[in-house]
């Protein structure tokens, strides 16, 4: 594999009655690999730094852009808080 994506990070609609990994798993999980690891599940601008923080390469989002009223903008504010 050349990178694994872990998750769900946070609580999402996508797997209601899931508990959520959580940030301390993916910092773990980040530490112990030597591939990339992104994040996924329940990412938001206001938690995806979290994520980076913890050892997470890169996110992977969905719903935070694809139910945002204006896309183009959501992905913008995820570029912005992502460099």
Not at 21 to 44: C, N
């Amino acid at each position: 594999a050349n990178y694994v994506v872990f998750g769900s990070i946070f609580p999402t609609a996508s797997h209601v009655g899931s508990a959520p990994k959580g940030v301390a798993a993916l910092r773990e999980i980040a530490r112990e690999i030597s591939i990339p690891v992104f994040a996924i599940g329940g990412i938001s601008q206001q938690n995806c730094v979290q994520c980076l923080e913890a050892g997470a390469h890169g996110v992977a989002v969905m719903r935070a852009v694809w139910q945002a009223e204006n896309t183009k903008e959501a992905v913008a504010k995820f570029n912005a808080v992502l460099k």
